[in-house]
Every structure is written in C-alpha cells, then in structure tokens.
C-alpha cells in the first residue's frame, strides 16, 4: 500500500472508503448468518442465567454449602420468565442483537482493518507498539465480556429478579428490560477490561507513572468497591466480592503494565 504521507487528501478518503466498506460487508454477513440461528443463541446462551441450572449458580452453591458461615446459595426453584409488552420488540431485539453480536465477534477484525489505515502512517518502533496493543486490546475485552456474562449479569439477575420492594407487587420482566441490562453490562465490562490496556498506552506517553497506583490505592479500594456495588446493588458480601476482585485485579494489573522510568526511557529512544 501507499505510504499515507505521500497520498493526497482524496486517496486518503478513498483508502479510508475501501476499509469502511469492508467493514460494513463483513458485519452484515455476520449479523446475517447470526439471525438465522438467534433463536437458538437465545434458548442456550443469553437466556441461560434466566435457569436455576446455570454454571455460577450451582458453583456457588458448592462453595457456599462448603463453608457453614456463608449465606447459603440455592439453585432450586429460580427461574426468571420474561414477558413482551409491545408487539414490535420481540422482532427489533432479534434484529439488534445479531447486530451487537457481530460486532463483539468481529471486533478485532474492525480494529486489524483501521490498522491497516493507519498503518502506513507510523514509524516501526510505533508500530511495534500497536501490534501490542491490539493483540491485548482484543484478549482484554473478550475476557471483560466473558467475565460480564459468566459472574456481574447472572449475580445482578439474581439479585434483582429476587427484590421486593413489597411482597405484593411481584416482579414481572420485559424482554426489552433484560436485554437493555444483559447488554449493557457485558460491554461494561468489556471496557472496564480495557483499563490496562489504557494506562500502558498513558504510561508510554508519559502521562501515567507506576507512583500514581501506590499513591492512591486505598482511594482505588474505596472507589472499586462503590462501583462494584453500583454494577452489583446487593447487600450480600459474598457476590459483592465477585464482581470487586476482578475488577481490583485490572488495578493491580494496570500498575504493573505501567512502564518504570528507566524502562520508558529506553522506550522513547528506541
């Protein structure tokens, strides 16, 4: 490919087309082929913690059953039923979700495909830099999603669907409400899984330094925790800890990935 700098304005928007178009092609397709088979994505996998039987349910149920002074964690009997209240959302959420879907199955052939925009553009020491940061860009957020539906969705619907407010206004869920908060927190934390990917970058500009986390991480602690009980709004310590630790865990991790001062020297006259 031309290099960029040697391209005029219009060869610039012509390559930029060409990307974006591949882009679009590849997305329809996927979101094509994920229509086809969304019942069956919908009755195995973004309906399954709606069952008493799902994974983290009967893991806490062998680790609570274990240990005597845990609030003990029952599988038995919980089963969320959803309900549609408007005649077109059944339709629409079938045709979004393939569409979210795509997109998180395809995202790291999106970001290869900018890559190659952009590319041309960079010194070899910078493009070292950002083949790194892609691949742990791409493992960062699809273990954020994983963590989003294997651990914060099935705790948050558990806690949630099981809240009264009163014994009797009993709880009655909307496909749309379901949806709105499975989506919501599975790519909540995909993004939260990108802080350490984030404060690397920062830590190479010489924005961020590794001083800073020491500094401040008792306030870190705090802070976490409020988030993790905003994501998670129980009062039980036990799921309250499931969603901190993970997240503590990227604090901790982002520390370490933050470079020290001799070893971002090196990186800047590399």
Known sequence: MEKLEEMSFWDHIDALRSVLVRIVVVLVVVTVG??????????????????????????????????????????????????????????????????????????????????TFIAPALYPNEKRGVKTAFFLGCLMFFLGVAVGYFIVFPVTLRFLADYHVSQLVPNQISLDSYMDTFLMLIFVMGVIFELPLLAWLLGVLGVLKRSFFRTYRRHAVVALLVLAAIITPTGDPFTLMVVFLPIYLLYEVSAYLVPKSDNLENLTTT
């Open 34 to 115: 994920l229509f086809c088979v969304m019942p069956t994505i919908f009755d195995s996998i973004i309906l399954a913690p709606c069952h008493g039987d799902f994974a983290l349910y009967r893991l806490f149920e062998r680790m609570t059953s274990s240990v005597p002074w845990l609030p003990q964690f029952n599988t038995g009997g919980f089963h969320v039923e959803l309900i549609n209240i408007k005649l077109a959302s059944q339709f629409f959420i079938h045709m979004s979700t393939s569409f979210w879907l795509a997109l998180v199955l395809m995202f790291p052939f999106v970001l290869y495909q900018l890559w």
